[in-house]
């Protein structure tokens, strides 16, 4: 089993910054992909970025340019670096990973973002 733990989340500003982590413990192996993933009240959950082992990274249009995800695999952590946060990215926000044609969940992190 795999569990993940997030932490960072919080209340800020419009134009403020925050940064997510995550990290993974129990049966992790190598070669897999984290990534975050956000929930709003009355949406539907969607990708926010993902990177793989590899460090070949994806993410959201809305999101490019502002937020930066990156990983140590050593501690198996993976972060979220958000900047230039905007009212339209509140959400809790989900910690996943998949490996070995699974995915694993995290508990979810609120991030909110006062205009």
């Known amino acids: 089993q795999v569990q993940l733990v997030e932490s960072g989340g919080g209340l800020v500003q419009a134009g403020g910054s925050l940064t997510l982590s995550c990290t993974a413990s129990g049966s992790v192996f190598s070669n897999n992909a984290m990534g975050w993933h956000r929930q709003a009240p009355g949406k539907q959950r969607e990708l926010v970025a993902r990177i793989t082992y590899g460090r070949t990274t994806n993410y959201a249009d809305s999101v490019k340019g502002r937020f930066t995800i990156s990983r140590d695999v050593a501690k198996n952590t993976v972060y979220l670096q958000m900047h230039s946060l905007k009212p339209e990215d509140t959400a809790v926000y989900y910690c996943?990973?998949?490996?070995?044609?699974?995915?694993?969940w995290g508990q979810g992190t609120q991030v909110t973002v006062s205009s």
């Open positions: 996943k990973m998949t490996q070995q044609g699974r995915d694993y």
